[in-house]
T-cell receptor, first 110, second 114 residues
C-alpha cells in the first residue's frame, strides 16, 4: 500500500525567508499529490496540488515540484509571512486511498 | 455557498457505546470522505462515498462504517467504542470522486471516549 513520509517535522524560518517541506511516497501508482494547510483549531485547507503528468506548479508564493522517478514531491513557500505559520500536510492518492504525511509545523518568526 | 457542515461539534461517549456523526457536503458535491485525526497518528483516511456507494476504504476495523444518502449527506457510525477512538473526525466533500477534484473539509467532530 501507499506510505507517505514527510520531513521535517518542525521548521522555523525568519519572516521573508523561504521554506521547503519534502515528502516521499512508495506507491508508483500514486498520481495526485495535494498539500493542505491547517491552522490551530481550524480545518485543513488545500493550498496547492499537482498531478503526476506535471513536474511543477506555482501559485503566487507557493510552488510544488514532483519527481516521479525518485518518488518525492516538495512544497516551496517564498517570502514567508507570519500568517504562513501552521501545520502543513502532504498527501498521495493511488486511486484507492488518500494517504497523508505526518505533518510539518512551520513557524515564521517576525 | 455554504461550506461542509459536520454535526455535532463535540461528543463524549463511554467505552462500548456507539456513535453516529453527520456530514453535509457543499451543495452539488457528490463525494464525501471521512478522516480520523489524532496527535499520534496524524490524518488517516477512513472511507469515501460517492453517489451513495462506498468507493474506497482505509485500514480501519469493521466497527467503523458509513453511508451516504441520495442528497449526498453522509453519516459515519462507530460501534463498540474504544478509548483509542478518541479523535477529531473530519469529513470532506468534492465535486466528483476522490483524487479528481479539490477536497473541502468540515470543521470536524471532536469525539472523546471515556
Amino acid at each position: 500500500g501507499e506510505n507517505v513520509e514527510q520531513h521535517p517535522s518542525t521548521l522555523s524560518v525568519q519572516e521573508g525567508d523561504s521554506a521547503v517541506i519534502k515528502c516521499t511516497y512508495s506507491d508508483s501508482a500514486s498520481n495526485y499529490f495535494p498539500w493542505y494547510k491547517q491552522e490551530l483549531g481550524k480545518r485543513p485547507q488545500l493550498i496547492i496540488d499537482i498531478r503526476s503528468n506535471v513536474g511543477e506548479k506555482k501559485d503566487q508564493r507557493i510552488a510544488v515540484t514532483l519527481n516521479k522517478t525518485a518518488k518525492h514531491f516538495s512544497l516551496h513557500i517564498t517570502e514567508t509571512q507570519p500568517e504562513d505559520s501552521a501545520v502543513y500536510f502532504c498527501a498521495g492518492f493511488n486511486g484507492n486511498k488518500l494517504v497523508f504525511g505526518a505533518g510539518t509545523i512551520l513557524r515564521v518568526k517576525s | 455557498k455554504a461550506g461542509v457542515t459536520q454535526t455535532p461539534r463535540y461528543l463524549i461517549k463511554t467505552r462500548g457505546q456507539q456513535v453516529t456523526l453527520s456530514c453535509s457536503p457543499i451543495s452539488g458535491h457528490r463525494s464525501v470522505s471521512w478522516y480520523q485525526q489524532t496527535p499520534g497518528q496524524g490524518l488517516q483516511f477512513l472511507f469515501e462515498y460517492f453517489s451513495e456507494t462506498q468507493r474506497n476504504k482505509g485500514n480501519f476495523p469493521g466497527r467503523f462504517s458509513g453511508r451516504q444518502f441520495s442528497n449526498s449527506r453522509s453519516e459515519m457510525n462507530v460501534s463498540t467504542l474504544e478509548l483509542g477512538d478518541s479523535a477529531l473526525y473530519l469529513c470532506a466533500s468534492s465535486l466528483v470522486h476522490l483524487g479528481a477534484a479539490k477536497l473541502f473539509f468540515g470543521s470536524g467532530t471532536q469525539l472523546s471516549v471515556l
